[in-house]
């Protein structure tokens, strides 16, 4: 069993999770890998076992189901090893707004959104209480882009980058570290399952590429890793402008344009 803390990966069975398993476990940490496909997790467990010898236990679950969650957030409150989460499982969107129904919004909500939140929260307390840890949430560029048309991934990743910025303001000073990964399009079998080619996609990021980046924010500390952004300064700016903005809301009285009608 290894001194380091273990590492709970949400998503491992394929893609960016999956990524980070291999990571983690050369850089000596026990895992604990989460995703649906039971088969394909054990197959990654076998395989870093003998690459890296660390401990690597498979955890099956589907997290948009009630009860699975619940299994996964029990697990998190309750096993002092654990001190890292990479909340990761995600999915995408099939087709524009109008072509969603009520099953694929729920879905999309449920895995994203929800899941994402009550696994955070199922850590929290007991790293707060520790003093320590880490909890990593995989956003996406797509939620500061409304123009890419995944209006509804797009805001499940919005809500992610909020959420990992509020929990960097509520837990940071309690020495735990939140970190919000936003990705660009990088290859993996998630363009598939939204009915994409990602060979039709002018530009697509090798997921080590990614990982290995955001492994590098990771060890910075850094609350919001950008790999595809090249111009460091530009998330300053705009969350600078955001600053700028929150300055200029008074709340006792309407702004002066909305005080006579025409
Ligand atoms: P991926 O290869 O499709 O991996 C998604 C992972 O989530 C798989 O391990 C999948 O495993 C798991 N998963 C899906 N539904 C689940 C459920 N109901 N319960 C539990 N696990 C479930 O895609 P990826 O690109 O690595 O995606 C990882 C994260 O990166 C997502 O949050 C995604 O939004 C984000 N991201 C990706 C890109 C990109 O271009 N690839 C860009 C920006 C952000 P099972 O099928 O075995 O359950």
Do not use: C
Request: glycine fraction near 8%.
């Amino acid at each position: 069993m290894s001194t380091l803390p273990t590492v709970l990966i949400t998503g491992a069975s394929s893609g960016i999770g999956a990524t980070y398993a291999q990571r983690f476990a050369r850089r000596g940490h026990d895992l604990i890998l989460v995703a649906r496909d039971k088969a394909r997790l054990e197959a990654l467990a076998t395989r870093l076992r003998e690459e890296s010898g660390v401990a690597v236990e498979v955890l099956p679950a589907d997290l948009s189901k009630t009860s699975d969650l619940a299994n996964v957030e029990k697990r998190l409150s309750s096993d002092a090893r654990i001190g890292v989460l990479i909340n990761n499982a995600g999915i995408g969107q099939s087709g524009g707004f109008a072509d969603q129904n009520a099953e694929s919004i729920e879905a999309l909500i449920a895995l994203n959104m929800t899941a994402v939140t009550r696994l955070a929260a199922a850590i929290a307390p007991r790293l707060a209480k520790a003093g320590e840890g880490a909890i990593v949430n995989i956003g996406s560029v797509v939620g500061l882009a409304p123009e890419l048309n995944m209006t509804v991934y797009g805001a499940t990743k919005a809500y992610v980058l909020f959420l990992s910025q509020g929990l960097q303001l509520e837990l940071g000073p309690q020495g735990v570290y939140v970190q919000a990964v936003l990705p660009a399009a990088t290859r993996t079998d998630i363009w598939k399952h939204s009915g994409i080619d990602v060979d039709t996609l002018p530009e697509v990021m090798e997921v080590d590429d990614l990982v290995d980046a955001a492994l590098i924010g990771y060890d910075r500390r850094e609350p919001i890793t950008i790999p595809p952004l090249h111009v460091a300064r530009r998330w300053d700016e705009l969350d600078s402008a955001r600053r700028l903005l929150l300055s200029d809301i008074r709340q006792a009285h309407p702004a002066e344009r909305y005080q006579t009608a025409s």
